[in-house]
């Protein structure tokens, strides 16, 4: 924790190459955060730039209640969704009934698609036609290697809810790679 407090200290200074350190170390989360949520590759680009410069303008509020992680992760999430519900852009809520026959990618394009990408690929690809939260989710936790209660802190979800979507998520994932590859010990 010294090693962020001495960065941010550096940066409320003026220290332009700090805050340089500071978006390399996190720009792979915002880029995610983002990422998950908004398709407008415009957009993810402007909303990750807007991330940090809300970041930088904030950062003297920073009090080291958790992790600098956690905090620019809840910006960038919460950014994502002021600008989803700014622009009434649609995206698939949990509210929404999923139909677990659907296919999350054509039929015809599995095949091909999986013999031209890696397993990795692939589910990624999986990952971005789930509804929203569960992306979050799922980012957070598998990618970024976050805990629940940072999970929680940055979405503003109650931990129980955490678990379910994250047991969800994996559900469907699973479901969906068993069926087009046949192989249950994937996931």
Same mark, same amino acid.
């Given at each position: 924790?010294? =090693?962020?407090?001495?960065?941010?200290?550096?940066?409320?200074? !003026?220290? /332009?190459?700090?805050?340089?350190?500071?978006?390399?170390?996190?720009?792979?989360?915002? $880029?995610? $955060?983002? !990422?998950? /949520?908004?398709?407008?590759?415009?957009?993810?680009?402007?909303?990750?730039?807007?991330?940090?410069? +809300?970041?930088?303008?904030?950062?003297? *509020?920073?009090?080291? @209640? *958790? #992790?600098?992680?956690?905090?620019?992760?809840?910006?960038?999430? +919460?950014?994502?969704? =002021?600008?989803?519900?700014? =622009? #009434?852009?649609?995206?698939?809520?949990? *509210?929404? @009934?999923?139909?677990?026959?659907?296919?999350?990618?054509?039929?015809? =394009?599995?095949?091909? *698609?999986?013999?031209?990408?890696?397993?990795? @690929?692939?589910?990624?690809?999986?990952?971005?036609?789930?509804?929203?939260?569960?992306?979050?989710?799922?980012?957070?936790?598998?990618?970024? !290697?976050?805990?629940?209660?940072?999970?929680?802190?940055?979405?503003? $979800?109650?931990?129980?809810?955490?678990?379910?979507?994250?047991? +969800?998520?994996?559900?469907?994932?699973?479901?969906?790679?068993? #069926?087009?590859? !046949?192989?249950?010990?994937?996931?």
């Amino acid at each position: 924790m010294n =090693n962020e407090r001495d960065l941010i200290s550096q940066v409320l200074a !003026g220290d /332009l190459h700090a805050f340089r350190t500071l978006i390399d170390q996190h720009k792979k989360l915002v $880029m995610h $955060m983002i !990422g998950r /949520l908004v398709k407008s590759e415009e957009d993810k680009e402007e909303l990750c730039q807007d991330v940090f410069i +809300r970041v930088y303008n904030k950062l003297e *509020s920073f009090s080291f @209640n *958790s #992790k600098l992680s956690t905090w620019i992760a809840t910006i960038a999430y +919460r950014y994502a969704i =002021n600008h989803i519900r700014k =622009n #009434k852009i649609a995206y698939t809520d949990i *509210s929404d @009934n999923i139909d677990s026959n659907s296919n999350f990618i054509s039929d015809q =394009n599995t095949e091909a *698609s999986f013999e031209e990408q890696d397993l990795d @690929n692939y589910v990624l690809k999986l990952v971005d036609q789930l509804p929203a939260q569960y992306k979050i989710i799922l980012t957070l936790y598998h990618l970024e !290697g976050m805990t629940y209660p940072e999970i929680c802190q940055i979405t503003d $979800m109650p931990e129980g809810t955490v678990k379910n979507y994250l047991f +969800r998520a994996r559900t469907m994932l699973k479901e969906k790679v068993k #069926k087009h590859l !046949g192989k249950e010990e994937l996931l």
